[in-house]
């Protein structure tokens, strides 16, 4: 079964800091990775997503997140927060090509609260 | 695309009612997952549906939670009775199965339903 790991629980930055949060996930075979944000009060929203190819993905409203393999590591990451960037943050993994007919599961870490002070 | 619609977005009722939760998928898609997400176990996967058939109801608490998804539009979760421990936000989400090696499973969220068990 797989596992994530989001080590940081909540962080706090200034407007115009850079961020990166840190997954980890533990799967011995081929893994899609998402990050999900969820705005206060709201419901969870795709952020970017890896399958294949270029492991620096872009999402949008300029974050970004790198797929290390030998690190089982999927950190996202933006250059400059703003205020409205305050939301919680899921990273999460399926597996990839697996036989059976079922669907695969997404495994959500524990998401990482971000406050970024104006 | 009207993205997953829930219903009802709040729901309020007393500790032994019987509480049924909404969820229409996105249009074309053939896999949907229940989900709860509370502050203190974060998000959950209670059960999820391929092609309409249950596929893993492990993560339903107990016996009092039963899923069904009698077409492909729809899917109900109920809680029979329901306990002030089941308060929660109630996420639907759903996902295009594809197979072979290049297949994704992104999962949609739908707005959720806000439960309150007085």
């Known amino acids: 079964a797989q596992s994530v790991s989001q080590h940081n629980h909540h962080v706090i930055l200034s407007e115009a800091a850079s961020l990166e949060l840190g997954c980890n996930y533990s799967y011995g075979g081929t893994v899609n990775l998402f990050w999900y944000v969820q705005y206060p009060g709201q419901h969870l929203q795709l952020l970017l997503k890896?399958?294949?190819?270029?492991?620096l993905v872009k999402g949008i409203k300029g974050f970004e997140a790198e797929f290390i393999k030998s690190k089982f590591s999927f950190n996202l990451r933006k250059p400059s927060v703003q205020w409205s960037d305050t939301a919680e943050y899921f990273c999460a993994v399926n597996a990839k090509g697996r036989s059976s007919g079922s669907a695969r599961q997404l495994t959500f870490g524990s998401g990482t609260q971000l406050t970024v002070l104006p | 695309d009207a993205g997953v619609i829930q219903s009802p977005r709040h729901e309020v009722t007393e500790m032994g009612q019987e509480v049924t939760l909404r969820c229409k998928p996105i249009?074309?898609?053939?896999?949907l997952f229940w989900y709860r997400q509370t502050m203190m176990r974060g998000l959950e996967l209670l059960i999820y549906f391929n092609n309409n058939v249950p596929i893993d109801d492990s993560g339903m608490p107990e016996d009092r939670f039963s899923a069904k998804m009698p077409n492909a539009s729809f899917s109900t979760l109920k809680i029979q009775p329901s306990e002030p421990r089941d308060s929660a936000v109630y996420f639907c989400?759903?996902?295009?199965?594809?197979?072979?090696?290049?297949?994704?499973?992104?999962?949609?969220f739908g707005p959720g339903t806000r439960l309150t068990v007085l």
């Open positions: 249009s074309g898609h053939n896999s």
């Open positions: 890896y399958f294949s190819g270029d492991p």
């Open positions: 989400a759903s996902s295009q199965r594809t197979s072979g090696a290049q297949s994704t499973d992104t999962q949609y």
